[in-house]
């Protein structure tokens, strides 16, 4: 079966960051990265399925622009991407973004949404979590394990309690949001589940049956973008623990289940999520 014959997802990717130059030239944007990293689960997904991905760059900064409501509500997958900027900041094309979530949530109750490192927490905070830097200052990076509740169990659909996975971040979500902090976006008998935790951020992805799937980890990181992901905030200076530098550097190489992730996240995408909350209820 060709590719272009197969069911497909369409994907609307927001890309809260521009890739590092190094990381263009070799692999593309990020949403050209995350097409070609969910395409892969699409053929392993059972049927196989395709991927459509179409990207929208939303970084005022930089160029981009957030659009409106009318311009996407006929997508019903939408994954934001990670970024170098604060998910917390007031910058006016996050509030823009927020504002477009927040409609999107209210317009269109088939739309799922997904987000990455920075898309997870801003996510959080559209739903009332406060985000902010760990409390010491340390940084989440590379190569990292992550412990699985059961319902992570049975979204990433393996019997371990944890996975591997790519992190890059000092900030995250203190806690899970919930009906009362998230000023009636949230009905009263909304379920948030966490589905992971680690000793430095127990927030690591929030599930809510149907609407929401975020990961604080990078699932398409590789060696070399983590690699130079490192280096751009340690010559910035946001990044000073050289020693911690270097050891994420040094496991950067190490397998990880950015393929279970992504697969996972597609299985949300195609409606089968509910399951894994039954199954979960068994155990």
């Not at 319902?151 to 890059?168: A, S, T």
């Not at 971040?169 to 919930?178: A, E, G, L, Y």
Request: aromatic share 8%.
């Amino acid at each position: 079966m060709v590719v272009r014959d197969l069911p497909k997802i369409r994907m609307l990717v927001l890309e809260t960051d521009e890739t590092i130059l190094e990381t263009a030239q070799d692999k593309g944007y990020f949403g050209q990265i995350l097409h070609h990293h969910f395409s892969k689960a699409g053929l392993n997904h059972n049927p196989p399925l395709g991927v459509e991905t179409d990207r929208r760059f939303v970084v005022a900064e930089k160029g981009g622009k957030v659009p409106t409501y009318d311009e996407v509500k006929d997508y019903h997958a939408v994954l934001m991407t990670g970024s170098m900027f604060d998910a917390h900041g007031d910058n006016p094309w996050i509030l823009d973004l927020m504002n477009l979530l927040r409609e999107i949530w209210l317009r269109n109750p088939e739309c799922k949404l997904s987000g990455v490192c920075f898309g997870h927490q801003l996510l959080c905070r559209l739903f009332g979590s406060i985000v902010e830097p760990e409390s010491s200052g340390k940084w989440e990076l590379g190569h990292s394990r992550i412990d699985l509740t059961e319902v992570g169990k049975r979204l990433f659909d393996i019997e371990e309690p944890y996975v591997y996975l790519h992190q890059m971040h000092q900030d995250h979500v203190i806690s899970p949001p919930s009906p009362e902090s998230s000023g009636g976006l949230l009905s009263k008998d909304t379920k948030v589940h966490v589905w992971g935790s680690s000793p430095h951020t127990q927030v690591q992805g929030i599930f809510i049956e149907d609407r929401v799937f975020t990961t604080q980890a990078h699932l398409a990181f590789d060696e070399d973008m983590v690699h130079r992901e490192i280096q751009v905030r340690v010559d910035s200076g946001s990044l000073t623990d050289l020693e911690h530098a270097d050891r994420a550097k040094d496991t950067a190489h190490l397998e990880h289940d950015g393929d279970i992730a992504a697969a996972a996240i597609l299985r949300f995408f195609h409606g089968e999520d509910s399951k894994a909350v039954e199954e979960a209820k068994k155990h």
